[in-house]
């Protein structure tokens, strides 16, 4: 989100690696601020956001701590950290490949999420990043599924995120995934798989359906062995769980995935991670012009 010169976004720290967030306050018929929280986030009631606003941790326009039994004023904006009771441990490390004074590239593995969202927040990328090196500015410059392991890169400077995000919204980076998936007699690879990808049930999957393309994946055969296979897939479009769809839409579902084709409810198992590996990313680097590679030194076991 943009933030204004004089946005306490700006300014205020980072609480155990992470910042603030914002929200709008709406017209309506709220009387405090611990009630429009609780309905905005229904997951934490009133007396937890009173609580919260008591240590500080709800800050109006100004900047100021909101105390606990404020009144409800709209068309404002105030800033809140997250907090998340009883967060699952990722007990996985990323590791660092690269850092300049302008990029960070690392080593992400499976089950850890990149930045803050839903039942993780500590247990993230971002934050730990954050944490480790002390880099209050670093943003993710791209997106990495929680489940796929493999290269993640991050910005650390603010007035250069637009140079990098321009790479990826122009289809100016060269991406190599790899994936562990059932060898199908008979699909003739290579190929290339073009589909129409929308929102799917539950919401949280994608499908795909007739219609103008809007993702795009070059799909190759590597090895065998057995009745499995690894892939190397090549993304040219960016959208959101592609890799995933496109190889079950051709009837070799990857490995482990509890989402394609069909939603798997039964609890996570940390040794069985999705077997989807983002291989290595290159580019021409926006502000140095300098040629960048980076790949991953983690491996997928074909067996």
């Known amino acids: 989100m943009a933030t204004r010169a004089d946005d306490p976004l700006r300014t205020l720290p980072l609480r ?11 017209g309506g018929a709220w009387a405090k601020v ?4 609780a309905d905005r986030f229904p997951d934490v009631d009133s007396s937890t956001w009173r609580q919260r606003m008591q240590d500080g941790l709800v800050i109006d326009e100004a900047g100021l701590a909101v105390p606990p039994d404020a009144a409800y004023r709209p068309h404002t904006r105030l800033y809140y950290y997250r907090e998340v009771s009883a967060e699952t441990p990722v007990p996985f490390e990323a590791q660092i490949l690269f850092q300049d004074d302008h990029l960070l590239a690392v080593d992400k593995p499976h089950f850890l999420p990149m930045v803050p969202g839903g039942r993780y927040l500590q247990h993230t990328l971002l934050v730990r990043l954050k944490q480790q090196l002390g880099i209050d500015t670093l943003v993710p410059l791209h997106r990495i599924d929680r489940e796929t392991a493999g290269i993640a890169l ?31 007699r ?19 999957r994608l499908q795909e359906v007739d219609g103008e393309p809007n993702s795009e994946t070059r799909i190759e055969l590597a090895e065998t062995c057995g009745d499995w296979a690894r892939y190397r897939l ?42 989807l590996l983002a291989r290595a990313i290159g580019f021409k680097d926006p502000v140095t012009g300098l040629p960048r590679h980076f790949e991953s030194l983690r491996t997928l076991t074909l067996d």
């Not at 155990?16 to 709406?26: D, F, K, T």
């Not at 990098?164 to 790899?178: G, S």
């Not at 008979?186 to 949280?204: C, D, I, Q, Y």
């Open 234 to 275: 090549a993304p040219l479009t960016g959208r959101r769980h592609q890799l995933r769809v496109h190889m079950a839409g051709l009837g070799v579902p990857i490995r482990y995935d509890r989402f394609y084709p069909e939603v798997d409810n039964s609890p996570e198992d940390l040794t069985r991670p999705l077997q």
């Open 186 to 204: 008979g699909l003739a690879l290579p190929l290339t798989r073009r589909s129409r990808m929308v929102e799917g049930t539950p919401f949280f």
């Open 154 to 184: 991050f910005g650390i400077r603010p007035e250069e995120r637009d140079a990098y995000h321009a790479l990826f919204r122009d289809r100016a980076v060269t991406k190599h995934y790899e994936a562990i998936a059932p060898w199908r």
């Open 34 to 37: 611990a009630d429009f929280f």
């Open 16 to 26: 155990n690696g992470v910042g603030a967030s914002c929200v709008g306050l709406p």
